[in-house]
T-cell receptor, first 114, second 116 residues
Framework: ETGVTQSPTHLIKTRGQQVTLRCSSQ?????VSWYQQALGQGPQFIFQ???????GRGNFPPRFSGLQFPNYSSELNVNALELDDSALYLC?????????????FGNGTRLTVT | DQQVKQNSPSLSVQEGRISILNCDYT??????FLWYKKYPAEGPTFLIS?????DKNEDGRFTVFLNKSAKHLSLHIVPSQPGDSAVYFC???????????????FGKGTHLIIQP
């Protein structure tokens, strides 16, 4: 069973630039969620994708957007990067049709904005 | 406004003894609670969960207790082992979801250190 994989593992960008992070969900999982973990904080929910549509969103501005593809993989796009966007970005997958199924996380992408 | 609080940033326990990690929440809509464990350079790994219809759930060395009236839950690890040294996150959700459309709300984590 292949787990959640994320790429790249590390990324350095300049303020104002745009970034795309990628995630492959665990096999058999059709739902993907993205979380932001700032230093010293717990992960914060950005949004969730199911059937290629966003079906839930946390308190993040519209410059955070995403996509889900037919194979359930996903992308997180962040436009107009700000210094505060520096964080670990975690992707998680789960099977939508199984209630109480916990999220399975990837190892994350460490984004540094300078 | 932190809806899930882990008030101990770190906890040091001797190997073989019991580790007790605590978590408090403020949102009455939360009805499903999870504990995740995180090693450096890895993503969080699911440990154990409990729904609000129960007050205890056990899985091997790990037991989670839920006190709904106090809006408090705790994770007990017995006996503690060196491999348990990690950051532990408490998380909560509504609608009996393990991480649905409203997402999970996480605490800031407790760094557990098991001393040999």
């Amino acid at each position: 069973e292949t787990g959640v994989t994320q790429s790249p593992t590390h990324l350095i960008k300049t303020r104002g630039q745009q970034v795309t992070l990628r995630c492959s969900s665990q096999s058999g999982h059709n739902t993907v969620s993205w979380y932001q973990q700032a230093l010293g904080q717990g992960p914060q929910f950005i949004f969730q994708y199911y059937r290629e549509e966003e079906n839930g969103r946390g308190n993040f501005p519209p410059r955070f957007s995403g996509l889900q593809f037919p194979n359930y993989s996903s992308e997180l796009n962040v436009n107009a990067l700000e210094l505060d966007d520096s964080a670990l970005y975690l992707c998680a997958s789960s099977p939508q049709d199984r209630i109480n199924s916990p999220l399975h996380f990837g190892n994350g992408t460490r984004l540094t904005v300078t | 406004d932190q809806q899930v609080k882990q008030n101990s940033p770190s906890l040091s326990v001797q190997e073989g003894r019991i580790s007790i990690l605590n978590c408090d929440y403020t949102n009455s809509m939360f009805d499903y609670f999870l504990w995740y464990k995180k090693y450096p350079a890895e993503g969080p790994t699911f440990l154990i969960s409990i729904s609000s219809i129960k007050d205890k759930n056990e899985d091997g060395r790990f037991t989670v207790f839920l006190n709904k009236s106090a809006k408090h839950l705790s994770l007990h690890i017995v006996p503690s082992q060196p491999g348990d040294s990690a950051v532990y996150f408490c998380a909560a959700s509504a609608m009996y979801s393990g991480g649905g459309a409203d997402g999970l709300t996480f605490g800031k984590g407790t760094h557990l250190i098991i001393q040999p």
